[in-house]
């Protein structure tokens, strides 16, 4: 997700969310993307992501980061779709943030609304599709965290949850990996650490249920630090 934005620009990125209108099978799912991807997705994009997510009632849904090859974030307008989200859609709050939202978009961004409308050849329902909101780790942190669930239910054990589309990401090997959300963890690791913390409930009863909010700008900053400890490393061991 890092290496996405930085090379292709978060203005050209969309997030987007593709679902089912009925309950179906993993099975059923995979067959359906598989079309969607091959026949209609691949042709458009020079480059993505995709992360399948399961449910609580096990229902799949996919997540999708698109580069667009233009900007479809300008004028966005950010704070009424966030009002949207946090009414139900069918509420009266809802569709007016949604209405103001949707008067929002410019023009690159309502042509690719149109080309979402597609999937539904394919038997996905609901789908949406919104410019990236926050920059760098936050982006990728969000994007991750569908990958990262460990309670993934039995029926998706070994089912490939990630993916790029039309390219294939740069693996650096050493001690690279931690640039991503790996440094996260381990930030949050050794402030666990300092203070005693054993769980994640140690944070929530410090700190409240936004704990990782409230603390963004100690992880950030000590997630710097590690990556800096780690760069010096990896030099180390070249020389």
């Known amino acids: 997700m890092l290496e996405l934005a930085k090379t292709e620009g978060i203005e050209t990125l969309l997030f987007g969310t593709l679902t089912?209108?009925?309950?179906?099978?993993?099975?059923?799912?995979?067959?359906?993307?598989?079309?969607?991807?091959?026949?209609?997705?691949?042709?458009a994009i020079s480059k993505g992501l995709k992360v399948l997510e399961p449910h609580k009632s096990l229902r799949p849904h996919y997540h999708v980061v698109l580069s667009t090859g233009e900007d479809?974030?300008?004028?966005?307008?950010?704070?009424?779709?966030?009002?949207?989200?946090?009414?139900?859609?069918a509420s009266a709050e809802g569709r007016?943030?949604?209405?103001?939202?949707?008067?929002?978009?410019?023009?690159?961004?309502?042509?690719?609304?149109?080309?979402?409308?597609?999937?539904?050849?394919?038997?996905?329902?609901?789908?949406?599709?919104?410019?990236?909101?926050k920059a760098g780790e936050a982006a990728a942190e969000y994007a991750s965290?569908?990958?990262?669930?460990?309670?993934?239910?039995?029926?998706?054990k070994g089912a490939r949850l990630y993916s790029a589309?039309?390219?294939?990401?740069?693996?650096?090997?050493?001690?690279?990996?931690?640039?991503?959300?790996?440094?996260?963890r381990l930030a949050v690791a050794r402030i666990a650490k300092d203070m005693g913390f054993t769980s994640e409930g140690d944070f929530r009863r410090e700190f409240g249920s936004n704990w990782a909010w409230g603390l963004r700008g100690t992880i950030f900053s000590i997630a710097e630090e590690i990556k800096a400890e780690y760069r010096a490393k990896a030099e180390n061991v070249t020389a």
């Open 20 to 43: 089912f209108p009925r309950p179906v099978t993993l099975k059923e799912a995979q067959k359906a993307w598989n079309s969607a991807s091959s026949n209609t997705l691949r042709p």
């Open 72 to 89: 479809v974030r300008s004028g966005f307008d950010f704070e009424a779709y966030h009002r949207a989200k946090a009414h139900h859609w």
């Open 96 to 133: 007016k943030a949604t209405r103001e939202y949707g008067r929002s978009a410019n023009e690159n961004l309502r042509g690719w609304w149109m080309f979402f409308r597609r999937f539904e050849r394919y038997g996905f329902g609901r789908t949406e599709a919104i410019p990236i909101y």
């Open 145 to 156: 965290k569908y990958v990262s669930k460990e309670d993934r239910p039995v029926e998706f």
């Open 165 to 184: 589309i039309n390219w294939k990401p740069s693996t650096r090997r050493g001690f690279g990996f931690v640039d991503s959300g790996r440094a996260w």
